[in-house]
């Protein structure tokens, strides 16, 4: 870890540390899911009736690692640019009742109505994305982070570039290294712990 934030020579943001103090502002959590929350595909078929039947493939990893942030006290958000049951179920299952999905993926008047209903400054919010569609919110969020499958335009953007890929851990990594930045890591993993480690 360089522990160096900022652009790199290649105009990227560096992997190194989050930067801690833009870190310690965050009480809203915006993720993407298509390409963020997944690795961006999707599997498409039809019932016997010739519904349309989508599924998605999570994280597991990643949700531990939202359920820490809700933990901590920072919000979770869901933010999708496409309509799917599969999304609903996920966020159901992490306890995300901020799920919000947009045709059309107008993310930007969602996110507002988010942070101004939180009575938040942007600078509290990180959004995670990968993909055009997530550039008005990440040009405005204090902590814009793409993961490693996003786009030029999305790394150019970031303040912070997941090493893992969306699907692949980049949620998981992100929550671990937000807390880490705020210095809540270890006492959060201890907590957890804690909790599990009584005998029945
Ligand atoms: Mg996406």
Same mark, same amino acid.
Request: a negative charge; hydrophobic letters at 45%.
């Given at each position: 870890?360089?522990?160096?934030?900022?652009?790199? %020579?290649?105009?990227? %943001?560096?992997?190194?540390?989050?930067?801690?103090?833009? *870190?310690?502002?965050?009480?809203? @959590?915006?993720?993407?899911?298509? &390409?963020?929350?997944?690795?961006?595909?999707?599997?498409?078929?039809?019932?016997? /009736?010739?519904?349309?039947?989508?599924?998605?493939?999570?994280?597991?990893?990643?949700?531990?690692?939202?359920?820490?942030?809700?933990?901590?006290?920072?919000?979770?958000?869901?933010?999708?640019?496409?309509?799917?049951?599969?999304?609903? @179920?996920?966020?159901?299952?992490?306890?995300?009742?901020?799920?919000?999905?947009?045709? &059309?993926?107008?993310?930007?008047?969602?996110?507002?109505?988010?942070?101004?209903?939180?009575?938040?400054? $942007?600078? *509290?919010?990180?959004?995670?994305?990968?993909?055009?569609?997530?550039?008005?919110?990440?040009?405005?969020?204090?902590?814009?982070?793409?993961? /490693?499958?996003?786009?030029? /335009?999305?790394?150019?953007? %970031?303040?912070?570039?997941?090493?893992?890929?969306? &699907?692949?851990? %980049? @949620?998981?990594?992100?929550?671990?290294?937000?807390?880490?930045?705020?210095?809540? $890591?270890?006492?959060?993993?201890?907590?957890?712990? /804690?909790?599990?480690?009584?005998?029945?």
């Amino acid at each position: 870890m360089s522990g160096i934030s900022g652009r790199g %020579a290649e105009g990227d %943001a560096h992997r190194g540390d989050l930067p801690a103090e833009a *870190a310690r502002k965050v009480s809203l @959590v915006v993720l993407d899911v298509d &390409g963020v929350l997944t690795d961006a595909g999707v599997y498409l078929g039809a019932d016997g /009736e010739g519904r349309t039947v989508e599924f998605k493939r999570f994280d597991i990893q990643d949700g531990l690692g939202i359920r820490l942030l809700q933990e901590a006290g920072i919000q979770v958000a869901i933010v999708s640019g496409r309509v799917s049951p599969a999304t609903e @179920v996920r966020a159901r299952e992490l306890g995300i009742e901020a799920c919000h999905q947009e045709p &059309g993926a107008r993310k930007l008047p969602v996110v507002d109505r988010l942070r101004r209903g939180a009575g938040l400054e $942007w600078d *509290a919010v990180a959004m995670v994305g990968d993909d055009l569609p997530d550039l008005p919110v990440m040009e405005l969020a204090g902590l814009p982070v793409a993961v /490693e499958n996003a786009v030029p /335009e999305v790394r150019a953007q %970031a303040r912070w570039v997941t090493g893992a890929p969306g &699907g692949r851990g %980049a @949620v998981r990594e992100f929550c671990r290294a937000l807390l880490q930045a705020r210095g809540e $890591w270890d006492a959060r993993v201890e907590a957890y712990l /804690e909790a599990r480690r009584g005998m029945p």
